[in-house]
Structure formats: structure tokens, C-alpha cells
């Protein structure tokens, strides 16, 4: 039986997904108010960089999965590419497929050696998909390495 208690003590899905929407929401109800005016882009700004630093792993990733929605943008580029160095896996697959769906190609070096390097096969995987989405043929040697056991 899934009580509120039992959503809010574990990391389910639907809790996720939940403080997802509302951070997704939180975060663009402060960057579009106002035409963007500066005083709520940067509170906008420091909400991420709050969530990027929170102890909360859920948190973490839930912001690293946020900063996909910036396409072309230098600072969030930067702060998934901190994610990549987060000491759990599920923020390092969360950076890793927001960086590909950012098309940061600045992140392609970082990715290939993530994915050479990272013992948990979910990064390898993140890595590798996000190295394809930026054209980068590596990605598919992953893949085929993982394959066949390389």
C-alpha cells in the first residue's frame, strides 16, 4: 500500500518525477517572469546551483536532468560537466545524457574518458549514447566493446 509517508521515505519513481515537475517548474516560472528580468535569472541560477550542490542524491540528479533543457548555454554546460565528477552513479548518468542532449560538444573529451574510465556500466552506457547525440563515433566503440566484452 503507498502511503504519502511511503513515497516521501524512498527514492520511488513517482516522488522523482513529482519534485521533477516542480523543480522544472519553479525553474522556469523564474527565468521567463518578467521577460528574464536579472534579479530572477540569477535566483533562477542559484536554485540549480543549489540543487547541483545538495546533499540529496535525488536532488542532484533531478538538476542534472534539468540543465538539458539549456541547450547552448556555457554555465549549465559547465555545471553537468562538474556531474560527471559526482561520487553516484545516477548523477553521472544524468550529466552525461543532459550534456548530450545539450549538444555540448565541449563535453566530448570528458565523456570519451568517462567512459573508458567509469567502473559502473549505466555511465558507460550515458556516455556512450551522449557521445553519438554529438556526433562523435566513439559512442558506437563503447557500444561494441560492451558487446563483445572488449
Not at 38 to 46: C, I, K, R, T, V
Not at 83 to 98: F, K
Request: proline content about 4%.
Amino acid at each position: 500500500m503507498v502511503t504519502p509517508t511511503s513515497i516521501l521515505n524512498g527514492p520511488t519513481w513517482t516522488y522523482r518525477a513529482l519534485t521533477s515537475a516542480a523543480f522544472i517548474g519553479a525553474f522556469w516560472s523564474l527565468a521567463t517572469s518578467s521577460l528574464c528580468a536579472q534579479p530572477q535569472l540569477d535566483q533562477a541560477w542559484s536554485i540549480l546551483q543549489a540543487g547541483a550542490d545538495n546533499k540529496s542524491t535525488d536532488q542532484r540528479v533531478i538538476t542534472m536532468r534539468v540543465l538539458q533543457l539549456l541547450p547552448d548555454d556555457a554555465k549549465a554546460g559547465s555545471m553537468a560537466t562538474k556531474g560527471l565528477h559526482d561520487q553516484e552513479p545516477d548523477v553521472r548518468i544524468a550529466a552525461a545524457l543532459s550534456l548530450g542532449s545539450m549538444k555540448s560538444k565541449s563535453a566530448i573529451a570528458e565523456l570519451t574518458a568517462l567512459a573508458k574510465s567509469d567502473p559502473e556500466g549505466g555511465v558507460v552506457m550515458a556516455s556512450a549514447k551522449s557521445l553519438i547525440q554529438l556526433g562523435d563515433d566513439q559512442g558506437y566503440l563503447v557500444y561494441y566493446a560492451l558487446l563483445t566484452g572488449e
